[in-house]
Each structure stands twice: as C-alpha cells, then as structure tokens.
C-alpha cells in the first residue's frame, strides 16, 4: 500500500542519515569541500522556497524538499556518476518506505539529473534542485583552515562572504546574489570554476519560466 512519506520523517530516518553522512565522509577523504547536512539543507530550502514562490502544490513543493535532502548520497558508491548512483539508491529507500511510484519517479529524476556533467532540468522538481544545489556557494563550506593550501575551489567558496537566492518582485527573476572578497578569489576565478553551474542555472530557471541573474558585489553580472 503507498504511504505517504514526508521530509520530517526523511530526517528522522536514521539510514537515510546515515547515508547523508558517510557521502559527505567520502567527499571528505577526496578533498572535496562540506556535502553534509549543512549542505543538502540549505538546497532543500532554496529549492521549497522557487516551487512555493511561483504556485506550485504543497506536495511538489515537499516532493522537492526529499529530492533536495538525498541528491548527495551517491557520493558514498563514487564521485563520478554519483548523481545516477544516488538515484538509484533513492530508489530502494523510498520504495521500501512504500511512496508511490508516480512520487519516486519524480525524486530520481531530479537527483540523477542534478550534476552539471550530465543532468538537465526535466519538470519543476528537478529544475529546483539544480538551482538550490548549484547557488550553495559559502565560505563555511571550506574544510580546510591552511589558507596557504587552498586550491582554486577552497578559494572560491572561502572568498563568498554573504549568498542569498531570492525573487526579483514581480517575480520573473531568481537573483543569486553575492558578495565576495576579491582579495581572496577574484570574479573571474570565481567564473572559471562556476560558468557551467551557472548556466545549468540559467537552464532551470528558463525552464520555471523565469529569468536566472547573477548580482556580484552589487554589479549585475548575468
Ligand atoms: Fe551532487
Ligand atoms: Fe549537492
């Protein structure tokens, strides 16, 4: 019998945890900056607050919310392909908790479709992902404290001092908008490591029917 599964018991999930922690552990072990509960909470409320924004249901809005809390959990199988990988283990969690299929089909797709090497934004939930994932640029996702052994990712993370997503008014835009320490990473640092999340960005936001711009210490950028 389907059941309907909600992202307060996701949460309170003690493997699902699990899973979240020990992909972040193995992200760790390979250098990569925090992938952790800071991380896929932050991608779960952005992505809540696009669907909420522009209308859509109480259910797709939580449906996204799930999506956002797991979409890392392929990174404990491998880095490479761990979008496909996480959605496949998705799979098994969720059908084992017994959620409808028309419901799992929807969270695989965004997370097997979140990484900018190979996803692309299918329906509302997956184009919500991709932009709460790919705009969780923060200093305090930098593990490492050696500022003289910051590698350009280190460097780009740690120089963003301030990131918030918000709509314009009207609400025909999502603004990302930075305020970076240009002492530490310049723009264009920051461009070189960020131009391929930000026009899957663009991608996602044109498919919600809705601009993507990028402000950088006041200055319209994108
Ligand atoms: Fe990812
Ligand atoms: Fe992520």
């Known amino acids: 019998m389907a059941s309907i599964v909600t992202y307060k018991y996701i949460k309170q999930n003690p493997d699902i945890m699990e899973y ?40 797709t809005v939580e449906l996204a919310r799930i ?41 695989i797709s965004a997370i097997g479709n979140h990484d900018e090497g190979t996803g692309q934004p299918l329906d509302p939930i997956s184009a919500a992902l991709i932009i709460g994932d790919k705009t969780d640029v923060r200093r305090s996702r930098v593990r490492n404290t050696d500022l003289l052994t910051f590698d350009i990712h280190d ?25 970076i320490d240009t002492e530490i990473s310049s723009v264009l640092e920051y461009f070189e490591i960020f131009m391929n999340r930000m026009l899957l960005c663009r991608r996602a936001s044109e498919f919600l029917g809705v601009q993507f711009e990028m402000i950088i210490n006041g200055s319209k950028i994108l």
């Open 20 to 59: 979240i922690r020990r992909a972040d552990k193995a992200l760790e072990a390979l250098g990569y900056t925090e992938h952790s509960f800071a991380h896929v909470e932050r991608v779960a409320a952005t992505s809540a607050l696009i669907l909420e924004s522009l209308g859509f249901d109480e259910r």
């Open 67 to 107: 999506a956002s809390i797991m979409h890392d959990i392929g990174n404990v199988i491998n880095r490479i392909d761990h979008a496909q990988s996480g959605a496949v283990m998705a799979f098994r969690l969720l059908d084992n908790l017994h959620m409808p299929a028309s419901e799992i089909c929807s969270i």
């Open 155 to 179: 460097r780009v993370n740690y120089a963003v001092e301030v990131s918030k997503v918000y709509f314009n008014e009207k609400k025909t835009s999502i603004i990302l908008d930075l305020q």
